[in-house]
Every structure is written in structure tokens, then in C-alpha cells.
């Protein structure tokens, strides 16, 4: 038996399944065991490999998760709310360490997910990437620096493509700023102005998404006070940098007790 992490991945044909394939076919740390897509897929059956246009990876995509998750030392999930939620009870009887990385959770969707956390390890994070996470810090921390005479405002812009708005990395940004202030983002988020919504409350938090062609994801944290301006930007060029997050966070999680960790604790940040 090989000492190296077995990993699964699930919804495997997606833009984020594929990129992590790849990187886990090239790293000498994990190993590929598992493939996983919906039931009935195209794809079930299939080498995993051949699939995706290339060389047999000796991996056959499964549309049943079951008997994949048994092999695995983790799980690295980039699908959606409701099949998340049912890969997290697998991931807990196979003992796997669980990386979420699906966005557009509800608020009981994520506390649905943590009876799982108690039996796995469970990373989740709605941006995996190193640049990401630190700005998280730093919005932290400018939004403590300066009082609420600066509006702040998260702008993002992401492929046209993707299903739910405003991003996971921008909803994490706001609640950074939140924290910052000592306020509950629910009570000052301002999302999808339109018409005649009145002047900005002060104290809110606005958000407002872009969609077009195939941004990969571009983040703006916007503190707009009297007379001056503060932005903290983020752009990812290319999707494989949140894949290798998710990889570092499925080998981190090893040796780690069962519990709910993110990104911050993997990149110890
Ligand atoms: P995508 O639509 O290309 O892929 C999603 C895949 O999941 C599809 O192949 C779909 O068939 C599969 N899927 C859905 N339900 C399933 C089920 N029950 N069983 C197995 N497979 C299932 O989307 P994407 O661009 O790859 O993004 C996926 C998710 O990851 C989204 O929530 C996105 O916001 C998020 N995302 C997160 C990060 C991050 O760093 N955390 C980065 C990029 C994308």
C-alpha cells in the first residue's frame, strides 16, 4: 500500500473537476483514486483521463460515490450546496478529509454541514487561493483602521458561466470587513441595488457582480471616504491556482482532528 494520500474528486467534468485532476496527476504528493460525476453522466464509465481528452489516468469516473469514498484518504469537492451537503456524510463514515470548495451555501446549508465535521476533517473555504486569503486579513484590518464615514464596497467579476452572485470570495471579503467593524454582515449587506433605492445607508456593506466572457475572478474591496479613496484588488489569471490550494489543503488535513478548518488555518495566516 502507498503511503502518498489517495484523493477523490468529484464532479470531475466540471471546469474546476478537470483542473484538479491534472494537478493531482502531476504531484508526487497525492494520488488520484477516485472520480466522481452525477448519476447518469456521460462520463460514468469512462477512463477519467480519456474523458477529459487525454491519456487513461487508470481511474474509471463512477456516477455512485460510495465505493470511491471507501478508498479515500480525501475528498476535494468543487460541485454544488445540495451534493456537497451529501458528500459531507460520506466523507465522515469513510474518515476522508473533506475540501469544499462549491460556493452559494444558504446559512442552514452550512450548518447542515457541520454533524459531519465531527467524525472528518472538513476544509471550506469560497477561495482557496494564497492572494485571496490574505486579503481577507487585510480588509480585516483596513476596515478596523477607519470608521464608518468610508462606504465600503465589494465589486466582483467572474466568467458568465457562473450560477450564484455575489461570489463566495466576495460574501468572505464582506464578512472580513464586518469583522473589522464588529458588525454582522447580515445586518449591513446591501446586494442587487436597482431602481429607486434611496441614499446608502451608512454602515452598509454593498456588493455588486460583474459576469462576462471568462474572468477567472477579480475581487475589489472599495473603502470610499470623504475626499480619498482606498482599493484592495485581487485578480486570479488562472483557475489552476485554487486546484493547488485544494491539494494543499487535502494534505494538511492528514493529521489534523476532526473539525471545521478554512484556508486561514492551512495557510496558517
Ligand atoms: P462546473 O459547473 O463547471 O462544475 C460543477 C460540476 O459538479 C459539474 O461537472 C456537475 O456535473 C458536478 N456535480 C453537480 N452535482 C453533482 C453531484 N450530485 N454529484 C457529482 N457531481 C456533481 O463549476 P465550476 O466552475 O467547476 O465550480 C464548481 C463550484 O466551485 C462552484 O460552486 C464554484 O463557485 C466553486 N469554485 C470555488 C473556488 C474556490 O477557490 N473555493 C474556485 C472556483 C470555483
Redesign the pocket.
Known sequence: MSEIPGVVV????????QMLVREIAASDALRLVGA???AG?DWAGRDVGAAMGGADLGVKVEDD?LGAFARAQAVID???P??TL?FAELAAQARAVHVI????FTDDQIAALEPASRHSVQVR?????LGVNLLKALTRQVAAALGPDWDIEVVEAHHN??V?AP??TALMLGEAAAEGRGVSLADVADRGRDGMTGARRRGDIGFAAIRGGDIV?EHDVIFAGPGERIVLRHAASD?AL?AR?ALRAALWGQDKAPGQYDMTDVLGL
Open positions: 468529484t464532479g470531475v467534468s466540471g471546469r474546476m473537476g466522481v460525476e452525477r453522466h460515490p468543487f460541485t454544488a445540495e451534493a451529501h470548495g462549491t460556493t452559494g473555504a469560497g477561495n482557496m487561493s458561466r457562473k450564484d461570489s463566495g475572478g483557475r485554487f490550494g
